[in-house]
């Protein structure tokens, strides 16, 4: 009777009943990802791009003191709002699991401040790590003050029998004005992470040690206090300008009062420090003149004693050239003075005869 009944159920109907059971359960990261699970967010659709990008990310960093062994990546993005990342890492046979977790554990903890552009852009909020059952946990929540975004992050890290760490994560990096909408998906998904490593395979874990937890500088709360009192004074004085009439024609004033980036605060959201330029010292601007105009005149006197010398000392070609000319105008003279001695000698054609 059974089979009776189940021949008359609609195809479509077992499909969508498959459908929703295989959603409902867990499921790896990737394949080859099997040591642990995860529920993917419902209403929030993948990014294949961004996990991409991150897989290349992990697999270039370091983790374990060196790079992984493998690595893969999931994500999640909901536009505006933010994006939500899975991504797990495998290390090496190693002779100290406990040392290997601890050193992926500090490589996530220097997460917000090499995120920083600047000492005190970025804070920690709430941070706990624990070893239960031979498997390591860390919980981290830090905010970007200049980028105005809110990241959890949640990881866990066994190690097999033989010595080979794992390291899962789960990390969701949202909009501070969009944490309300995107915080219950992240948590639903950080929440969910869980080794799928039977406890019969795993490596005992001694006690991590202390975490190496960077020195961020200010707190959030008065980084945010400050830059309250930054937007304030930036109001008082477009209202004056408005009131003066001052700036009235600027095209840059006029795009900042209208909605753009703020003073010193570009289109990306991110606050970067601007350097004061050294006062300039005009006073020594008349003597480098006076100098520049002292080397001309010594060049241009260099040059015409160089020219006035070529041409006082005549070149041996010429000396012996004008050697030749005097010897042939002697010589010419010479021959002038026989012929007059021989014209001389001669008697004249009406002189007297003989009888």
Not at 248 to 264: C, F, H, M, V
């Amino acid at each position: 009777m059974n089979s009776t009944c189940c021949r008359h159920v609609p195809a479509w109907i077992i499909a969508l009943l498959a459908f929703v059971t295989a959603s409902a359960l867990p499921r790896a990261a990737s394949a080859g990802a099997d040591f642990f699970t995860f529920d993917a967010p419902a209403n929030v659709p993948s990014a294949e791009a961004q996990a991409e990008s991150q897989q290349v990310h992990v697999m270039r960093s370091s983790h374990f003191g060196e790079r992984p062994r493998s690595a893969g990546a999931e994500a999640y993005a909901a536009q505006g709002q933010g994006v939500i990342y899975v991504w797990w890492a495998e290390g090496g046979q190693t002779g100290d699991p406990t040392a290997s977790i601890r050193s992926a554990f500090d490589a996530i903890l220097q997460g917000p401040e090499l995120a920083s552009p600047h000492v005190g852009s970025a804070q920690i909020d709430e941070f706990q790590e624990e070893v239960d059952d031979d498997v390591a946990s860390i919980d981290l929540a830090w905010r970007h003050v200049s980028d105005r975004t809110v990241s959890l992050v949640r990881a866990l890290a066994v190690a097999t029998g033989d010595g080979e760490p794992k390291l899962a994560v789960a990390e969701c990096v949202m909009r501070a004005d969009a944490e309300d909408d995107m915080r219950p998906q992240c948590e639903g998904v950080l929440s969910s992470l869980a080794i799928a490593t039977p406890a019969g395979g795993r490596a005992e874990l001694a006690a991590l040690g202390d975490p190496d937890v960077p020195e961020l500088g200010e707190t959030a709360a008065g980084i945010e206090a400050e830059l309250g009192e930054l937007g304030s004074e930036l109001d008082y004085i477009e209202g004056d300008d408005e009131a003066t009439g001052e700036g009235a024609g600027d095209p840059e004033r006029e795009g900042r009062q209208e909605g753009g980036p703020s003073l010193g605060v570009p289109d990306d959201g991110i606050i970067h420090e601007e350097r004061e330029r050294p006062d300039s010292d005009d006073d020594g601007m008349p003597w480098l003149l006076i100098l520049g105009a002292v080397l001309v005149a010594v060049a241009v006197f260099a040059t015409a004693r160089g020219r006035g010398s070529d041409r006082a000392e005549p070149s041996e070609d010429d000396e012996r050239d004008e050697r030749d000319e005097r010897d042939k105008a002697a010589k010419a003279a010479e021959a002038n003075e026989d012929e007059h001695d021989a014209e001389r000698d001669e008697p004249s054609s009406s002189g007297p005869r003989d009888p």
